[in-house]
């Protein structure tokens, strides 16, 4: 069975630091490697996804996230984060052409101190 | 383009009683999936529906079941309610099937059972 493990539950950082939140999956096929962001009050927004091609990707509000297949890994990188960015941060797997529902890690809570 | 609608978006109900969830997806999305969020099991998929016919089911019981309308639209259903299936049910829509398209949530249906 699919998992994915987010090694941060709680994370505080301080106006323009920068960001890496760490997610890794286990499954022995391919894979689609996506992030969510839920900001509060508000529903779950897709930032990035990754089905194929190069392994960086970027996605919106600057965030970008590295596939590295060999480490079974895909953290979320923003240089330079902004106090907008508080908000609960789930990365997803699922098989690429199937019919399986994402797979979520437990969700990173994300504060950032003015 | 109108996103993901759910309704309702609150219901309380007592253990024992049934309910029946609504979504409506993104319009030219075929398929519809639902997951559950709760604090301590963070989202799991429940099923996906693709033109009417369902393509998956998580590790849920029986009681928890669904159906997908000619115009995409789906329901979901949950029988003799128990205390623990009090949750936010998300239902997301993707053009496709989910192994190969992003998935777009809705705002969610905030179920208390008491």
């Known amino acids: 069975a699919q998992s994915v493990s987010q090694h941060n539950h709680h994370v505080i950082l301080s106006e323009a630091a920068s960001l890496e939140l760490g997610c890794n999956y286990s499954?022995?096929?391919?894979?689609?490697l996506f992030w969510y962001v839920q900001y509060p009050g508000q529903h779950l927004q897709l930032l990035l996804k990754y089905f194929s091609g190069d392994p960086l990707v970027k996605g919106i509000k600057g965030f970008e996230a590295e596939f590295i297949k060999s480490k079974f890994s895909f953290n979320l990188r923003k240089p330079s984060v902004q106090w907008s960015d508080t908000a609960e941060y789930f990365c997803a797997v699922n098989e690429r052409g199937g019919a399986d529902g994402l797979t979520f890690g437990k969700g990173t809570h994300l504060i950032i101190q003015p | 383009k109108a996103g993901v609608t759910q309704t309702p978006r609150y219901l309380i109900k007592t253990r024992g009683q049934q309910v029946t969830l609504s979504c409506s997806p993104i319009s030219g999305h075929r398929s519809v999936s639902w997951y559950q969020q709760t604090p301590g099991q963070g989202l799991q998929f429940l099923f996906e529906y693709f033109s009417e016919t369902q393509r998956n089911k998580g590790n849920f019981p029986g009681r928890f079941s669904g159906r997908q309308f000619s115009n995409s639209r789906s329901e979901m259903n949950v029988s003799t309610l128990e205390l623990g299936d009090s949750a936010l049910y998300l239902c997301a829509s993707s053009f496709a099937g989910t192994g190969g398209y992003e998935q777009y949530f809705g705002p969610g249906t905030r179920l208390t059972v008491t």
């Open positions: 499954y022995g096929g391919t894979v689609n």
